[in-house]
């Protein structure tokens, strides 16, 4: 199966990278590794989070600190976002 980064997902993950350089460079980088990981497998297992709290969507959890919310559009998985758990997701625009 397909999978693409959505524009605005693109942009949480390069806002994480640049917020955790600024303390930690080799933890923004391991991060970043982990959440290509987790993405890589979902091209084998797009089914492997759980239902997603917006419907439609799933949900993995690829760091104890971030949440990856995807769907699944026939033979293509779609990253909608990536969003720190302290954050309220979905936000009151979704």
Not at 31 to 51: C, S, W, Y
């Amino acid at each position: 199966m397909d999978v693409f980064w959505t524009t605005g997902a693109e942009r949480d993950r390069e806002a994480i990278f640049e917020y955790v350089t600024k303390e930690n460079p080799a933890a923004a980088t391991r991060l970043d590794e982990i959440f290509a990981e987790v993405v890589t497998t979902l091209a084998d297992h797009p089914h492997l989070g759980r239902a997603g709290q917006v419907p439609g969507t799933r949900e993995l959890f690829p760091h104890e600190s971030y949440r990856l919310v995807y769907e699944v559009v026939e033979q293509r998985v779609w990253v909608l976002a990536l969003v720190h758990t302290s954050r309220q997701w979905p936000n009151s625009g979704t």
